[in-house]
């Protein structure tokens, strides 16, 4: 009997996920977002002209009551390519989920921090960036190739008890579902069949998700 099939994610959609503007705008009358590409996608750059950097406003509500909002919101945009939440479009990048989680959460970010890099600084310049451990609401980076930098950034949805994370992260395709096992990157399943990682087709090969982990961060 052939072992369970393992999902194939095609790379390219995970890192093109990450290439759109991020910048958030507010439409005056915004229909939901379409779960198709469809005409009139924001100009790279659209969006209000970039400031000097600013504080991120302090979170106005309990943490854990953050961590859910942030989940929620992100989860409510499965299948969707561009980020809009409560009326405000944050464009179609992986950041751009992240940034719309984090303000419906009440703790929004920096505009400085519009892209994967500069997320990672950001936690890093906390000590809020890890190799272990993820919690829900924790922001995961993503290499494009293994041993690479951090090129995609998504938010933890939930943890298992075996450690495999269900990450939600935006693709060409939209919003999706990744798992991925950072204490057992090499494998796709474990010996009982469980899905661990999501397989990724890097380049003309297939690479395991938990070996594209650059950090998880804390930032709630």
């Not at 950041?95 to 984090?102: E, P």
Request: charged share 20%; aromatic share 2%; proline share 10%.
């Amino acid at each position: 009997m052939s072992p369970p099939r393992t999902l194939l994610l095609a790379l390219p959609l995970l890192a093109a996920g990450c290439a759109g503007g991020n910048h958030a705008v507010r439409s005056a009358t915004l229909p939901p977002p379409a779960t198709e590409s469809r005409a009139g996608t924001r100009e790279p750059g659209a969006g209000p002209a970039p400031g000097p950097p600013r504080r991120p406003q302090a979170r106005s509500v309990p943490r854990d009551l953050a961590v859910r909002r942030a989940i929620d919101a992100a989860q409510g945009l499965v299948g969707r390519r561009e980020i809009v939440v409560s009326g405000v479009s944050y464009g179609d990048g992986c950041a751009a989920l992240v940034r719309a989680a984090f303000a419906e959460a009440g703790a929004p970010l920096p505009h400085a921090a519009s892209d994967a890099p500069a997320l990672l600084s950001l936690a890093r310049a906390q000590g809020a960036a890890r190799r272990y451990k993820p919690a829900p609401g924790d922001l995961v980076f993503l290499a494009d190739r293994p041993g690479g930098p951090a090129e995609h950034v998504g938010l933890v949805a939930s943890v298992g008890e075996d450690g495999t994370a269900l990450v939600l992260h935006h693709t060409d395709r939209g919003v999706a579902r990744l798992r991925l096992n950072a204490a057992q990157p090499w494998k796709a399943r474990s010996e009982a069949g469980k899905a661990l990682n999501d397989v990724l087709l890097v380049g003309a090969g297939r690479v395991t998700a938990g070996r594209l982990l650059v950090a998880w961060a804390t930032l709630l």
